[in-house]
Structures are given as structure tokens and as C-alpha cells.
């Protein structure tokens, strides 16, 4: 059982005409393992900028606060020290990888994180059956990461990889943006799939409502401004698809 804590988190972004802004104004939130939290919240609310943060994205600096896994310092690692603490952040590797097929990538990430390179035929196994669960060709495993990929096929490679690295705790950001309901059906089963298997913690940002059809949280965040206006539990998210953020936004 894990605990990815994160506490009266400050964020500033370096604005291209040289100005600091502050985006992160104090974020309070606490994931344990098997707990999928819903991060919710209105365009330029701050939510990537949390996943970013988590992530280690050179862009955000941490002006105050503290993220903490298992009372480790979190923010004192670098980005392959994170993954390798069992942080999973879907848009770590959002660029294209030349020459790297996904096959390479998944097994060089793969034992990056153990510490070991995994059994040659259990691995090729698991990752056949992981594609073949999510509905990849494969011819998918020697195309070059991002290359060309559409946006369904990035966020299925980000679930692929979330099913066979085992994360303790996984950040997805908009895994259902741009999918037809097919796809996101596909996409949520994979994530349901590697809740059951390895009962990470899972943050899922999201704008919309309809993923939390598939993937059922069992804490709502509602984001706004910066910071966490509202939490409850899934009827939050049920009063949203009725009220929007309107009711959050005239009181910002
Ligand atoms: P959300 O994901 O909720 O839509 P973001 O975290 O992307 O929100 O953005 C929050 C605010 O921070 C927005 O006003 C956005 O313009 C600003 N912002 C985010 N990232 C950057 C960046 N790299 N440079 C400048 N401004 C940024
Ligand atoms: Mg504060
Ligand atoms: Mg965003």
C-alpha cells in the first residue's frame, strides 16, 4: 500500500515575454494505492500544469509546497528517478523517439524501472497479449514512438505502457480526449485492467465526464484557478455533466 501525497503545491510558469505566473495556487491531494481520483476543472484551470509538475517538467518551477511517495521526496527527483519510484506520467514521452520502436521502448523502460531486463519469453508474451487486449495490430511494436501516431494510437501506447511498467501510481492527462466512444471504451478497459492487476493509484484529469462512465473514481476533484475548489465522491461528477463549471466560475 502506497500514498502519493501532494500538499499546498505552488507552481509558476516562465511566460515567453518574461513574466513569472503563478499557476499551481496551493494544491492539496492525497492518492493511495487501488483509488482512482478524478481531477475535473474548466480549459487553463492548471490541470496539466499538475501532471507536469508531478512529472518533472523542466517548464514549472515548485515556488512552495511538497509532493511526497511513501514520504519520499518526490520533487528532489529527477524525471527517470521518479519513474523509476513507480510514477507513471502518460505524457512523459509525448515526443517522437527517432529510430526507437515502441518494442525497444517498452523493454528499455521496462528495465529501467526494475532494475533488471525482464524474461525474454514471459515479455514478449505479456506484451502481445497487453496489444492485443487494446486492440493494436502488431505491427505497432516496430513503428518509432510518436511517429506518425494518431491520437487514438498515443493514448494507446500510453496504456500499453501503463499495463506492462506496473506503475504505483499513474497520471493521465486527457486519455480521453479525441477518442470515438470504440476507442474510449478500449483505452478505459486497459486502464480498468491494470487497476485490477496492480492496483496502482490512479490520478485521471479530465475535462469531460463521459470517461467516468468506464472508469469509475471513487474521489472527484473539481480544479479551478489553480486549486482544488471542491471535492466529493462520484456524484460530483454526476452534478457536473448536469451544471458544467458555471456555478464555480462566477464565484472565481
Ligand atoms: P488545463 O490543463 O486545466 O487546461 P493548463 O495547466 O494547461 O490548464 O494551463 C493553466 C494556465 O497556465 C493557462 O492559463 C495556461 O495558459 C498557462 N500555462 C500552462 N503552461 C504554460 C507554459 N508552458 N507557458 C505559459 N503559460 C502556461
Ligand atoms: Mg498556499
Ligand atoms: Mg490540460
Not at 514549472?60 to 529527477?78: C, F, N, P, R, W
Not at 469509475?216 to 458544467?244: I, R, W, Y
Amino acid at each position: 500500500m502506497s500514498t502519493l501525497e501532494i500538499r499546498d503545491l505552488h507552481v509558476t510558469v516562465d511566460e515567453a515575454d518574461g513574466s513569472v505566473k503563478e499557476i499551481l495556487r496551493g494544491v492539496d491531494l492525497t492518492i493511495a494505492s487501488g483509488e482512482v481520483h478524478a481531477v475535473m476543472g474548466p480549459n487553463g484551470s492548471g490541470k496539466s500544469t499538475l501532471a507536469y509538475s508531478i512529472a518533472g517538467h523542466p517548464k514549472y518551477t515548485v515556488t512552495g509546497g511538497t509532493v511526497t511517495l511513501d514520504g519520499e521526496d518526490v520533487l528532489a527527483m529527477s524525471v527517470d528517478e521518479r519513474a523509476r519510484a513507480g510514477l507513471f506520467l502518460a505524457m512523459q514521452y509525448p515526443v517522437e523517439v527517432p529510430g526507437v520502436t515502441v518494442s525497444n521502448f517498452l523493454r528499455t523502460a521496462k528495465t529501467a524501472i526494475d532494475g533488471e531486463a525482464p524474461k525474454l519469453r514471459t515479455w514478449v508474451k505479456d506484451v502481445k497479449q497487453a496489444m492485443d487486449d487494446l486492440k493494436m495490430d502488431s505491427s505497432f511494436a516496430e513503428r518509432n514512438v510518436n511517429e506518425h501516431f494518431s491520437g487514438g494510437e498515443k493514448k494507446r501506447h500510453e496504456i500499453l505502457q501503463m499495463e506492462l511498467l506496473k506503475p504505483k501510481f499513474a497520471v493521465l492527462d486527457e486519455t480521453d480526449s479525441g477518442l470515438d466512444v470504440d476507442a474510449l471504451k478500449i483505452v478505459s478497459e486497459g486502464v480498468n485492467r491494470s487497476l485490477a492487476q496492480a492496483n496502482p493509484g490512479v490520478l485521471l484529469i479530465t475535462h469531460y465526464t463521459r470517461i467516468l462512465r468506464y472508469i469509475k473514481p471513487q474521489f472527484v476533484h473539481v480544479f479551478v484557478n489553480g486549486k482544488v475548489a471542491e471535492q466529493g465522491g462520484p456524484e460530483l461528477a454526476d452534478s457536473l455533466e448536469e451544471t458544467g463549471y458555471d456555478r464555480f466560475l462566477t464565484h472565481a
